[in-house]
């Protein structure tokens, strides 16, 4: 069970094919064409659309903590508000490179611009999986 960031870091690596972690991070806006009430809700903390601001991939060896991916988002100036993340496996000879990642990575990019985060497991600021109604 993933009760914080760093559990998945420890998942990823003990898996028995090498694994390479994908990061969308995203803001939330609120649409141009919000409703009063949906304005009322975004200024209380809820709602809005999930954008994508910026995208990375990483081995689980390369990454210390969740601290440590902060760290280095923050070094982009984004604000952002979650962080999705997903797993690419490799084979008992090869571990999954940046270059395998990029098509999916890119996938996840679009499906969350839909709305269609279902297969990633969100993470908010402090590492704590969120759970999105969608």
């Not at 797993?87 to 969350?112: F, K, N, Y």
Request: with cysteine; hydrophobic share 45%.
């Amino acid at each position: 069970m993933i009760e914080h960031f760093n559990d998945l870091l420890s998942v990823a690596r003990a898996q028995p094919l090498p694994q390479r972690l994908l990061f969308v991070f995203a803001g939330v806006e609120l649409p141009d064409q919000a409703s009063p009430e949906q304005r009322s809700a975004f200024d209380a903390g809820h709602g809005g659309a999930l954008v994508p601001l910026m995208c990375v991939d990483k081995s689980p060896d390369e990454l210390a903590s969740f601290e440590a991916l902060v760290g280095e988002a923050t070094q982009f100036g984004h604000p952002w508000a979650l962080v999705f993340s997903a797993a690419l496996s490799g084979t008992r000879q090869q571990p999954p490179s940046s270059t395998d990642a990029d098509l999916p990575l890119q996938a996840m990019v679009e499906a969350i611009k839909r709305g269609d985060i279902a297969a990633y497991l969100p993470f908010d600021r402090q590492g704590l999986p969120v759970q999105l109604n969608h």
